[in-house]
């Protein structure tokens, strides 16, 4: 099965701009989490969904928001950017049918996707 | 709230032994153990269960002490491609959110 994907890879923006960024989930998987990754902070989740639904959401101020589409596909946008957007975004998948799986299901992550705010 | 990883980084030669550590405040359900290498994405080691049992793969391997709320990572004969990032993503029950530590930094020198 092929990966996890995201794009684009690398982006560069100023201040006030916005931005999406993609993520296509591993075949078959209808989970999607969010993280932005610091050097000084580590992994801190964004948001999760599933089917379409916004299932868990973590403590980033309402310029980032996400969406998921019927395939799965996940978009995240942040809005008018500032410095310290600059990060790396990764996105992770897994089935996340908590009846089938049930809890405690591991995730993939995809490559990221590099931010740099000027 | 986010576990604790420690050491916070560790420097070992080829061949020597590692324990990297991940405690919690909060009754775990579930550990997931992580490394990273530079510019790469975070790749899957293994999950640990409430309730289950010490996991291995190849020298790599990992527990969990339910009292303590803490897994450990055991890494053996350390090896140069052992060198990056390891993380622990934990999630509690009821909630499938992962939360990762703040990562341990592993560099294998010859």
């Known amino acids: 099965k092929a990966g996890v994907t995201q794009t684009p890879r690398y982006l560069i923006k100023t201040r006030g701009q916005q931005v999406t960024l993609s993520c296509s989930p591993i075949?078959?998987?209808?989970?999607v989490s969010w993280y932005q990754q610091t050097p000084g902070q580590g992994l801190q989740f964004l948001f999760e969904?599933?089917?379409?639904?916004?299932?868990n959401k973590g403590n980033f101020p309402g310029r980032f928001s996400g969406r998921q589409f019927s395939n799965s596909r996940s978009e995240m946008n942040v809005s008018t950017l500032e410095l310290g957007d600059s990060a790396l975004y990764l996105c992770?998948?897994?089935?996340?049918?908590?009846?089938?799986?049930?809890?405690?299901?591991?995730?993939?992550f995809g490559p990221g996707t590099r931010l740099l705010v000027l | 709230q986010q576990p604790v990883q420690s050491p916070q980084a560790v420097i070992l030669r080829e061949g020597e032994d590692a324990v990297i550590n991940c405690s919690s405040s909060?009754?775990?359900?579930?550990v997931h153990w992580y490394r990273q290498k530079h510019g790469e994405a975070p790749v899957f080691l293994m999950i640990?269960?409430?309730?289950?049992e010490q996991k291995g793969h190849d020298k790599i391997s990992a527990s969990f002490n339910e009292k303590k709320q803490q897994s450990s990572l055991y890494l053996t004969a350390s090896q140069l491609s052992y060198s990056g990032t390891y993380f622990c993503?934990?999630?509690?029950?009821?909630?499938?959110?992962?939360?990762f530590g703040t990562g341990t930094r592993l560099t294998i020198i010859p």
């Open positions: 909060k009754a775990l359900y579930s």
């Open positions: 640990l269960l409430k309730g289950g």
């Open positions: 993503g934990t999630s509690v029950r009821g909630n499938e959110k992962l939360t």
């Open positions: 969904y599933f089917s379409e639904t916004q299932r």
């Open positions: 992770a998948s897994r089935n996340g049918n908590l009846a089938e799986m049930g809890y405690g299901e591991t995730q993939y």
């Open positions: 075949s078959g998987h209808r989970s």
